[in-house]
């Protein structure tokens, strides 16, 4: 090894001035000091080249004799030696790689599955035993569908989807996916193509989805729920082609109806909000109505129950009071009869307002004015009218005398313009039977 360095040593003075093996010193012609030719540093290195080999001088000279010295077996050996050390290193030496993080290195075996290999310096058999192949496992993946770029740029083809109620529909949306960290195999292996597998696995499960649903559903309040079941769908869908893809994320971009009919689907829409804004005003009205009415019914019903509850109780007191009357007349009938004259006088005369009094005398017949008396009797405090004096014009002014105290079984006057009834019966009574 130390010929080998020491032969081919770049440091050697002796390259392309004659000294082969650079044990000599080094020969320059007519002691010229400039840099070696080109041809003579070509020839010294086929020179050292053929003495590794056991070629004496560095090449095929000829010897004393004039035949051509042989090379050595045991040099020839040496040198091939190190030739095929040297390309077996470097042949292992190629199956050195190194895997950046978020990859894995899938490593194969004469084509066929071996191992995966995560991320740092790693090492296999050389080619063409094996080989491997790079898969980014961290990178998310985007896909578009029913448009590219913006939302004006449609695919009509991707875009358009029937409705459960025979409707079409403008569907965007857009798909993100990642490898799983034991799905690089999978992923290069199972599939010939998997990205154009996740694409129209993710169209499929729209359309599924989509025809399942009304067309209003999809197109207001069921957004989300739609995303949520294309995304489990095709989940499902990638794992039964062993795809070792997960769907991260589906969300939906734009949903509309189709551009053709447009203006007589917002004419519909209108149409609708009108008969919804009509329903909840005939609703409202109703909910105003119909408990005014429930309250109107209930105030009527209560007020027939009063009434009911009135008349019963009058004719029950008027009936017992008929029955208490008659027990008492039977007892004493022409008490009665007086008794019941004067009461009937009292209820006439209570309501009138003017009285006409018949006195002994001869005069003109005396005014009582009973509504200034009842006025008077109401500043006065409200004074019994069997104790109030009353003035007449013309005359002083008399006491009214008052009802007569009667026996319990008689009964007694209940109120001031009965006991001035009764006491004007008293005194017609009284001039009568005088006369």
Known sequence: MRRIIKLFNLNDPGWGRGNNNGSEPPRRPKNEDGPPDLDEVWRDFNNRLGSLFGRRGGGNRPNRGGGVTPPSPRGARIGLGVIVAVLVALWLASGFFIVQEGQVAVVTQFGKYKSTAPAGFQWRLPYPIQSHEMVNISQLRTFEVGFRGNARNKVLPEALMLTTDENIVDMQFVVQYRLRADGAPDYLFKMRDPDDAVRQASETAMREIVGKKPMDFVLYEGRTEVASEVQTLMQQILDRYAAGIQVSTVAIQNVQPPEQVQAAF?????????????????????????????????????????????????????????TSILAEYEKSPQTMRQ?????????????????????????????????????????????????????LPGANTPAVPAAPQRSSGAGSASSAGGNAGASSGNTLTRDRMSR
Request: aromatic residues 6%; glycine residues 10%; without cysteine.
């Open 266 to 322: 917002d004419d519909a829409v209108k149409a609708g909000q009108d008969r919804e804004r009509q329903i909840n005003e005939g609703q409202a009205y109703a909910n105003g109505v119909v408990p005014l009415a429930s309250g109107q019914a209930s105030r009527m019903v209560e007020q027939a129950e009063g009434y009911k509850a009135k008349v019963v109780g009058d004719a029950q007191g008027n009936a017992a009071r008929f």
């Open 339 to 391: 008794r019941m004259y004067l009461e009937t006088m009292q209820e006439v005369f209570t309501n009138a307002s003017k009285v006409m009094v018949d006195s002994r005398s001869n005069n003109n017949m005396l005014y009582l004015p009973l509504d200034k008396i009842m006025q008077q009797t109401a500043k006065d405090g409200g004074k019994p009218s069997g104790q109030a004096s009353f003035g």
